[in-house]
């Protein structure tokens, strides 16, 4: 019996040609996949325009919203209906001149919107809400208080 058991031929799976055959499905998969780019929000850069490099950060209209009916205006403190009155007054000299757009972190949502009405009203183009960072840089140069 012991003779029997040498010759019969012990029974295993082949695997030789298994890394072979693994490869050619991962390259069959990878060419056959889908790959989908996510779209985030789209929205249009500003060309570029050698004009729009001249402007000064002092030429800028500065509004600082202080608090709930509270506003700084170039330095000045302003009621809502004279910081109207002033806007419209500084638009209508230079309708292109940007305005920059500055609230205390403890102030209501509201007021940020009764100021973005206005300035929809006065068809204001080029407005713009600078970051911590931003507004730490400028105040080296005397721009933000």
Do not use: C
Request: net charge negative; glycine share 4%; proline share 7%.
């Amino acid at each position: 019996m012991s003779l029997r058991n040498r010759l019969r031929p012990k029974s295993e799976i082949p695997t030789a040609s298994m890394a072979d055959i693994a490869f050619l499905l991962i390259i069959f998969f990878m060419l056959t996949a889908v790959f989908t780019a996510n779209q985030g929000l789209r929205f249009g850069l500003p060309d570029d325009d050698p004009e729009d490099l001249d402007v000064q950060p002092k030429e800028a209209i500065h509004i600082k919203i202080q608090g709930e009916g509270q506003f700084r205006v170039d330095r000045q403190d302003m009621s809502y209906e004279q910081m109207s009155g002033y806007l419209q007054q500084r638009i209508q000299l230079a309708p292109q001149k940007p305005v920059i757009i500055q609230t205390l972190p403890d102030v209501p949502y509201n007021e940020m919107i009764r100021v973005f009405d206005l300035l929809r009203m006065l068809d204001v183009q080029n407005v713009s809400i600078p970051t911590r960072t931003e507004i730490e840089r400028w105040k080296a140069f005397g721009v933000f208080e």
